[in-house]
């Protein structure tokens, strides 16, 4: 059963603009949200996390927001740079047991 | 600090066979734990490992397997190779179980490949 879904495979954006990743989830007992970032030929690095009692939390350039009531949460990218290109990954955890999503491919043009 | 590393990067086995995957962990961290990443289903949890004992584990047939040694290096076995067990296996470890996955930090992946 996937509790955490990505939707979206592929996301496509212009260097400079912003990117938004979408992640949305089923059990309501996760309480802890993180993004990794995954290069190819590389495992997944963890990008930003947050916990359930926050509704957004924002380091550099990179900014989640959680929407409990929806069971959702995006990952917003702002400026995008060709750096950025990768797969991301949602995941979610409850104390001890964690899903991921099936990932976004994000690519960004220069 | 060296990252966590994972041996063989590359595998090719037939329907059938076994395989046993490796990892070893950042030193100091005592979990480790199995991910099988396939496209489409993203990284789907095998089992976890701390202290040599298996603590938390995936919805996987009981031909995976692995165990834990006392220096924390992890391995894991699958038998009975099918097809579909083709896939990226990602290890990763953290200081302590229970602590939050912020601090889990994944090795390089093992490209399984089943012909």
């Known amino acids: 059963d996937q509790q955490v879904k990505q939707n979206s495979p592929s996301l496509s954006v212009q260097e400079g603009r912003i990117s938004i990743l979408n992640c949305d989830y089923t059990?309501?007992?996760?309480?802890?949200f993180l993004w990794y970032k995954k290069y190819p030929a590389e495992g997944p690095t963890f990008l930003i996390s947050?916990?359930?009692?926050?509704d957004k939390n924002e380091d550099g350039r990179f900014t989640v927001f959680l929407n409990k009531s929806a069971k959702h949460l995006s990952l917003h990218i702002v400026p995008s740079q060709p750096g950025d290109s990768a797969v991301y990954f949602c995941?979610?955890?409850?104390?001890?047991?964690?899903?991921f999503g099936a990932g976004t491919r994000l690519t960004v043009k220069p | 600090k060296a990252g966590v590393t994972q041996t063989p990067r590359y595998l090719i086995k037939t329907r059938g066979q076994q395989v046993t995957l490796s990892c070893s962990p950042i030193?100091?961290?005592?979990?480790v734990s199995w991910y099988q990443q396939t496209p489409g289903q993203g990284l789907q949890f095998l089992f976890e490992?701390?202290?040599?004992?298996?603590?938390n584990k995936g919805n996987f047939p009981g031909r995976f397997s692995g165990r834990q040694f006392s220096n924390s290096r992890s391995e894991m076995n699958v038998s009975t190779l099918e097809l579909g067990d083709s896939a990226l296996y990602l290890c990763?470890?953290?200081?302590?179980?229970?602590?939050?996955?912020?601090?889990?930090?994944f090795g390089p992946g093992t490209r399984l490949t089943v012909l």
């Open positions: 947050i916990s359930s009692i926050k």
């Open positions: 995941a979610a955890s409850e104390w001890n047991d964690m899903r």
């Open positions: 030193s100091g961290h005592r979990s």
């Open positions: 490992y701390f202290s040599e004992t298996q603590r």
């Open positions: 990763a470890s953290r200081e302590v179980a229970g602590t939050t996955y912020n601090e889990q930090f």
């Open positions: 059990n309501s007992m996760f309480d802890y």
